[in-house]
Each structure stands twice: as C-alpha cells, then as structure tokens.
C-alpha cells in the first residue's frame, strides 16, 4: 500500500482543509487522478493522486483540517480490489475511513477469536459492531467529549443520520438518570434526625434546610431561612432536553453552537489584526456627484458591446491617481525603517463570496486599458466565486479597491489590508438632490472614503488623492484626455 500524505503547498502554508472528496473507497485511480479539494488560507486546489491502484482509505471527512506531512489516502494494489470489497461489505462502508469504534482501528477487521460456548453469544454481538452513520466532524467531537457511544444511537436525521440533537438528547437523558436517584436521599436521611432530639443540635443546618424539620420545636425559629427550591434545581436545569451544559458563566445563556476556524478565516483574522496593530491609520471621505460617469459607463454599451463597467472605470481613475500620488502605493519596510513605493500597480478588489472576502489583485493594472481592467476584474471575480484564485493573485495586490456599495450602504472605515497601507471604498451610488450651478438638482451621488497609513503621508497628500480621483468620477471624459 501507499499512502499519500498532504505535501507542502508552498507560501508557508501548515495545513490545509478538506472541502470535498472526489474519489470513494473503492475507486481505481491513476497518476495524477484529482483526489480532492482541499482549502488552504488562500485558495482551494486540487490535488492529484502521485499513485496508481485501489482507493483504500481517506483519511478524514470533508471539513476535516489536515497538517502539512499528515496522511490524506492509502491507495493499494489494484489486484486486491475484488477481496477488500468483500472485507467492506461487512464493515459499515458508509463511511469508510471514518467513524470505527478505537477498538475496531484503521485496519482490516477481524472477527473475534472464539471457543467453546462461546461461539454463539460472540456471532450475537457482531452486528451490534456497526459503524454509526455520523457526517459533521463537531457531532463526533460533541459524542467523545460527553462519553456516548455513537453505535447506541437511532439517528433522527435522513437515512438514520446521527445529527447534534441525536447526541444532545442522549446526553440530558444519561444526566436526568444519574440525578434522580439521588433526589429522594434527603427524605431518607431525614426521619433518623428528627427522630433523636439529641442529634438536632448537632445538625442545625440540615434539618433548618428540610421542611420535614418542622417537628422539632428547635428548629421552628430557622424555617424562615431555608430555600425549599433548592432539591427542585436540578429537575428545573434538566427541563431542556436540547441543552446539555451549563450556561455560559458570564452572560448566563447557553451557547448555540461552536465553529472550528477554518484556514482562510484564520489567515484573515492574522491578516486584520496585524493591521489594527501596526498601522496608525487615519479615514477621509467625501461626497461625489457621479452623474457624468454613468453616463459616461451608459454610451459605452452597444448592440454587440456591453462596454467596461462601472467598476473597471472607477479602477482607471485610482490607477492613475496612484501613479500621481505613489505614496499611497507601497509598504512600510518596519526592519530597515524605510517607506517603500512600486514602479507600478497591482490593484486589490475586495471581493465577496461564500467563504468570506477575498482580496485577488489585477497584476499589472498600469499597464492595461480599461477594456483590459474590465475584463480582469470580471475574470477575477468568477474565479474567486469558484474558489479557483491562485496564491499570487491573492497576495500581489499594492492598494485595494473596495466597492462596498454593493451591500447598499453610504460608507464605511475599512481595515487596511497589510502590508498594504491605503484601501479605498466606494458606496452605493444612488439619487440625491444636489446644487447643480445654483440650482437644485437631482443627481447620481456616491461616497468616497479613503483609510491610509499615516506613516506613509500626512493628511494633505491623501486628500488630494481622494479629491483626483473624485473630480475624475465628476468629469470623467476631461479626466480621460489627461490619461
């Protein structure tokens, strides 16, 4: 057999997580058969099996985070197929690879030894040994930290499938089993004690707390101070099938659920951390009438041509107010105490998709057209969307572009990108009434708002950046006769 273990998938990446299987138990693959989609911190890629023969095992369930190193399949030799797939029609292969008792092990399974009369009551026990048709990684964990056994459980889900509530039900029904025996022990105890008017001196704290204590002239005065509802708390906690821990400490409420970070959201969460960390950063912003540049963006269509769009327009003119103000396009090098600035510009566009917002930067957007931007920008975000954006596209960027306005709000203060040190944000484009040479008007307006680093520039240098760029979105086709 041979196992393919996770290979380093360069940037420094650790691990990475496993989005889907593409391959089953069973399957016969050749060299370079994709076997899986993995999702790393930056991208999700297919990864190709370095082996031919028969898919033996896969090691770990999609949602599963692998180390760099770790054990991903077990491929055999092809010749065998035909006897593992007899070993697997007895060993649950609904879920090959995953969700064997500790005892039953990685391996093949052996039926268990057995003599004398004891054949009968061990061929009995056989089927009892399945494996527990359980999906979601975070029931398995919520199962082995509470101690149930998966194999004991009917699931309430589709085909059987063992779901959270399955587990939680089992474990509030093993904790209203252990505590009710010991409800009635108090009333036990107590008739010795009031019974012997020696004792009750000796125990003023329990027969104060017990109502039976009442007998005894002693402990009239002491009633007023017990609290009946206590032996009622733990019937009261157990009330709630569907929870089966405590409440959370400091606000009281019960957690709803917990979700293991994955790769990519980690790598965020470092990403705008170190920014809020490092970066003493400063917002301007300011109201822009873009009438003209969706007019402009309109007359561009055609019968056969959808023309640039709105976007790859507004990414010209920060291209260009860039290369004016390259300040703002650069980084700040904290080990040698230098600010650093590109001969060039790698655009970032602050996309959203179903794994979060992803930042993939158009390589080069000095040098292309706005045809060229718009067709970047389109093939950018269908990749990103797919999950098919490469490490570089994903870490080139110089400045990011964020059209917020997309989510219909006005504004906002976004976090820099590091090692970035300017991000700049459009909204919603929407109509206002305007003054339009002394006059009211109607007109398209927009929000522009720019966070920077103010290490790399004072005030004044950002704001005649965001005032270039606003008067090239007021007066587009002027703008575009200087470019």
């Known amino acids: 057999m041979n196992t393919f273990h996770l290979p380093d998938l360069g940037e420094g990446l650790t691990e990475a997580e496993i989005v889907r299987w593409l391959v089953k138990v069973g399957d016969v693959v050749t060299v370079d058969t994709p076997i899986a989609e993995v999702e790393t911190a930056k991208s999700i890629v297919e990864l190709p099996c370095p082996y031919a023969g028969v898919i033996e095992e896969l090691h770990g369930e999609p949602g599963t985070t692998v180390p760099v190193g770790k054990p991903l399949i077990t491929v055999g030799d092809p010749d065998g197929a035909a006897y593992r797939a007899e070993e697997r029609a007895g060993s649950g292969n609904v879920l090959v690879g995953y969700g064997t008792s500790e005892s039953s092990g990685a391996g093949r399974r052996r039926r268990p030894r057995v003599s004398g009369t004891n054949v009968a009551p061990t061929a009995e026990k056989v089927p009892e040994r399945r494996v527990p048709l359980v999906i979601s990684p975070l029931v398995r964990r919520l199962a082995r930290d509470a101690e149930v ?12 499938l063992i779901v959270r ?19 009635p022990q108090p009333a036990v105890v107590q008739p010795p004690a009031a019974a012997s008017p020696v004792a009750q001196p000796a ?14 002239p002693i402990a009239e005065p002491a009633q007023p101070q017990p609290a009946p509802p206590q032996p009622v708390a733990a019937p009261a906690a157990l009330s709630q099938p569907g929870v089966a821990q405590s409440g959370d400490a400091r606000t009281g409420l019960a957690e709803l659920r917990r979700t293991p970070m994955s790769g990519f959201r980690k790598a965020v969460i470092a990403t705008l951390s170190r920014s809020r960390a490092e970066i003493p950063e400063a917002t301007t912003w300011v109201d822009v009438d ?18 640039p769009g709105l976007l790859a327009l507004m990414a010209r003119f920060v291209v260009a107010g860039l290369l004016k103000y390259p300040e703002l396009n650069g980084y700040v090098d904290t080990e040698r105490e230098e600010l650093v600035q590109y001969d060039g510009v790698n655009l970032g566009l602050a996309a959203q998709t ?3 917002l992803m930042v993939p930067a158009v390589a080069g957007a000095h040098a292309l057209t706005t045809r060229g931007l718009d067709a970047e920008i389109r093939r950018l975000t269908a990749s990103a969307r797919d999950g098919r954006l490469t490490q570089q596209e994903l870490t080139c960027g110089t400045f990011t572009l964020n059209n917020y306005g997309s989510f219909g709000v006005d504004g906002s203060a976004a976090i820099i990108n590091h090692p970035q040190v300017a991000i700049l944000g459009v909204g919603r484009i929407i109509d206002r009434p305007w003054v339009v040479d002394g006059e009211l008007a109607i007109r398209k307006l927009t929000q522009l708002s720019l966070v920077f680093d103010h290490r790399v520039c004072d005030g004044g240098t950002a704001a005649a950046f965001l005032r270039f760029v606003a008067d090239a979105f007021e007066n587009p086709t002027s703008a575009f006769a200087d470019l």
């Not at 125990?203 to 005894?216: D, I, L, N």
């Open 290 to 307: 873009a009438t003209a540049l969706v007019e402009l963006r309109e007359s561009l269509r055609s019968a056969t041509d959808s023309g």
């Open 203 to 216: 125990q003023p704290q329990p027969v104060a707390a017990q109502p039976p204590a009442a007998a005894s």
């Open 354 to 356: 179903d794994r979060g």
């Open 149 to 160: 056994d998966l194999r004991t459980l009917t699931g309430s889900g589709p085909d059987g």
């Open 165 to 183: 509530r399955d587990v939680e039900l089992a474990i509030a029904h093993r904790l209203q089993t252990e505590t009710e025996p010991a409800l």
